[in-house]
Structure formats: C-alpha cells, structure tokens
C-alpha cells in the first residue's frame, strides 16, 4: 500500500511539472484559454482583455518604477488599488471585505479569495471593472480612458485588439529586415550622430543605403498609425506593433498602393519605396543619395523615447537569412 502511494505521488509531481512547464513553454496557449474562459463569463470580447494585457505587461518591461511581470497575466494592480486605498490590510483577500473598501480586486477562480497572485483572479477583476462600462466597444473606450487617461495608451489597446482579432491568435512578435535581403544595400550603426539641417539635433536612426525604390518593407506585424509628409523625413510612415514598439520609415520615394493609417501589416508586406524625399517641402527630394531612415521608440505609458535600431536590424537580418536557408 505505501509503494503505491509513493508511484501516486510521483506520478501526481511528475504529472505537475510537465504541465508547469508546458505552461512556461507556451505561455500564448494558456493565456489564451484564460480570455477565452473570462470572456464567456464577462462577455468582454478577449481580444480587449488580450490587448490590456499585452499592454500592461508592455508597459510594465519598460519601466523601472513597476515590478516586471512574472506571471501569466501581466495586469499590475497595486496592493491598495486592489484591496482598498483604505484597508488597514493591503494583502487582503477576502472578496467581501475588499468591495467594503471599495478595492478592485474579485474572485475570478471561484475559490473563495481574490489574490493578487492568482492570474484569473487578476484579469477577471480588470474585466469587471470594464463590465460596469458596458461590453461594446464604445464603452469599453470609455472604461479604459477613465482608468489610464491617456489618449495613447487607449489608442494602443485598441490597436493590439484589432490585431488580435484579425489574426485570431496570440503570438505576433516575427520581424523581418526593412528591405530584401537580396537587394544591393548597407547600413551601419548611425544612431545618436549629430544633425545639423534644422536645427541641433541627433539622428534617431540607422540608415540603409539602397537604390531608388528598392521596396521597403513592414519589419513587423502592426497597425499604420502614421502617413504622410514631414520636412525632415520626407514621404514616411509609422507603424506600432504589439510590443509597443513604434516603428519609423522616412525619405520614402512613395507608398504601397491603398496603404492607409489604421491598416494592419504584416512582416515583410510591402509599404512603400526608398527614396531621397525630405529636407524642405512637399515634394522635396534629391538632396541625399536614396535610403531608408528607419527608427524605433518605445512607449511606456508616459512618455516615448528613441533607441538604437542597429542591433535589431542585424539580428532580424541573420534569423531570416537562415529562415531563407531552411526553405
């Protein structure tokens, strides 16, 4: 009888540690599942709950002032938002306390508690508090202005949504390089060099050399939230993946056909031509050999900075040169 209850347990820790790491493997999988059950309850689409999500966890990598998500879900809600601002106890997690004290926090799981570090617990109390908007996409604007109050960071939810329900799945995170491995082009770090058309600035940027309307391709799945003329940049466009990452093309020599700001693109889609555009009016070009200006800028819910793209570039052409490889 003992050795029996030995192999059962083994078999229950062995059982559980492949499920913890399956789990740890495929974490779109799991998470997926998790909207998918909020949903049914809430009736909050899960591609919101997704896109808050994905958002939160976003923002949290980077910023220094909020911990790093370690869990599945990376809604970060702190103690006293989620107990009460005034419950003498911030741990609390006893459901009907917590709504005394007016705290965010709810039982998701059904388990008697509302923990902050139960992942359905978590991003069920998000969905409640959109529920008491409404389920519609309007109100579910409304609920998320009034928790961040911040045009962009509404913007960027709404965005990854539409992303997530276009593509039905999860895992959006493939690059690719700017312009076909095969073209004739070379580029070099020449992020933070100075700037002198303009005024005094730096060049938030890497410069790809290439010949006139070599295309110019999306690096990344994403929404365009951004065409047209700057007298700096020229002919340009911009477009914000599911990371938050903005990404920047500039001096353009034009635009994909029908390309248009809110459309969704995907890695490698065409979006336009090098070109030389810039540096004056609309229309200006010639006064730099052809290239693509590309830049990237992180966003973190207060502010959005730019960083070097080079290492990026540069890794991204490596993995699809050996994607090309494979095939």
Request: with cysteine; charged share 25%.
């Amino acid at each position: 009888m003992r050795a029996v209850l030995i192999i059962a347990a083994f078999l229950l820790l062995f059982t559980s540690s492949i499920e913890a790491k399956a789990a740890e493997a495929n974490p779109y999988q799991e998470r997926m599942k998790l909207y998918k059950k909020v949903e049914t309850i809430t009736q909050i689409p899960w591609y919101y709950l997704a896109a808050v999500d994905q958002y939160e966890r976003n923002v949290r990598l980077a910023r220094r002032d909020l911990p790093k998500p370690e869990s599945l879900i990376g809604i970060y809600f702190r103690p006293e938002q989620w107990a009460g601002l005034t419950n003498p106890n911030p741990s609390e997690e006893n459901p009907a306390i917590i709504q005394f004290f007016n705290g965010v926090g709810v039982d998701g799981d059904g388990d008697g508690n509302a923990s902050l570090k139960n992942d359905e617990d978590v991003l069920y109390s998000f969905a409640h508090y959109l529920l008491s908007y409404g389920v519609d996409e309007d109100n579910i604007k409304i609920g998320l202005w009034d928790y961040y109050h911040r045009d962009r960071s509404v913007g960027s939810i709404v965005s990854y949504a539409k992303m997530y329900r276009h593509f039905g799945r999860l895992n959006l995170d493939t690059n690719v390089f700017p312009v076909p491995l095969r073209s004739n082009h070379s580029y070099r770090s020449t992020w933070g060099d100075a700037r002198g058309w303009g005024g005094r600035r730096i060049h938030e940027g890497t410069d790809i050399f290439a010949g006139y309307g070599v295309p110019v391709r999306a690096t990344c799945y994403g929404i365009v939230e951004m065409k047209g003329w700057n007298k700096f940049g020229g002919w340009r466009i911009g477009i914000r993946d599911i990371n938050n990452t903005y990404h920047y093309f500039a001096h353009l020599s034009g635009f994909a056909k029908d390309l248009k700001v809110g459309q969704i693109v995907e890695p490698g889609m065409v979006i336009g031509g090098v070109g030389s555009s810039g540096y004056g009016p609309p229309g200006t070009s010639g006064k730099f050999p052809p290239h693509l200006h590309y830049g990237m800028y992180k966003d973190n819910g207060i502010t959005e900075w730019s960083f070097d793209p080079y290492p990026y570039l540069a890794k991204w052409k490596r993995i699809e040169r050996m994607n090309v490889r494979k095939k």
